[in-house]
C-alpha cells in the first residue's frame, strides 16, 4: 500500500460553531456567569414561579366540556339488531356502531330519529323521551 492509496475511515464533518449570531441568544448554547454563579443569590418566591408556569391562555376556563358520549338512533337500531334482542353499551362497541374512548365502552345516548316495530331490551344507555316513547310503543323495556 502506498500513501496515495490511504483514504480514512471516517468522513471528516466541520464541529458546529456557536456564538456566532443567530436565534440562540447572547451565549448561543455556551452558558452564561450570570446570577446562578455568584454567591448569595436570590430567586423569587417560589408561589410566584409556579403561577407564572401556568397557561394563560384567552378564555380557558370557558372550554365547552369534551362530550365523551356517543348518539343512536332507533332507526339504526332497528336495521341492525334481531326482534327481541338486548343493547347495552358494551354490545353497540362490538359492533362497531359506536367507537370505544380510551378502550372503553363509551356513553350512548339513544335518539327518537326513525321508526320502531322490534321490541328491545336497552340497559346502560340514556334515551330521550321521543325514543322512550317509540320503544315502549313497541313492546320494548328500558333499564337505567
Not at 339504526?76 to 353499551?89: D, M, V
Amino acid at each position: 500500500m502506498q500513501t496515495h492509496q490511504l483514504t480514512k475511515s471516517a468522513s471528516s464533518k466541520s464541529r458546529k460553531r456557536v456564538g456566532r449570531g443567530g436565534k440562540r441568544g447572547t451565549y448561543s448554547g455556551h452558558g452564561g456567569k450570570g446570577q446562578t454563579a455568584r454567591s448569595g443569590r436570590n430567586f423569587r418566591p417560589i408561589v410566584r414561579e409556579v403561577l407564572k408556569r401556568y397557561p394563560k391562555l384567552r378564555g380557558h376556563r370557558n372550554r365547552a366540556a369534551r362530550s365523551d358520549g356517543r348518539i343512536v338512533n332507533v332507526a339504526l337500531l332497528e336495521a341492525k339488531f334481531e326482534k327481541g334482542s338486548t343493547i347495552t353499551p358494551s354490545i353497540l362497541a362490538a359492533k362497531n356502531i359506536v367507537g370505544r374512548i380510551g378502550g372503553k365502552s363509551p356513553r350512548v345516548k339513544i335518539l327518537g330519529q326513525g321508526d320502531v316495530s322490534k321490541n328491545f331490551n336497552i340497559s346502560g344507555c340514556e334515551v330521550s323521551a321521543a325514543a322512550r316513547e317509540k320503544i315502549e310503543k313497541a313492546g320494548g323495556a328500558i333499564k337505567n
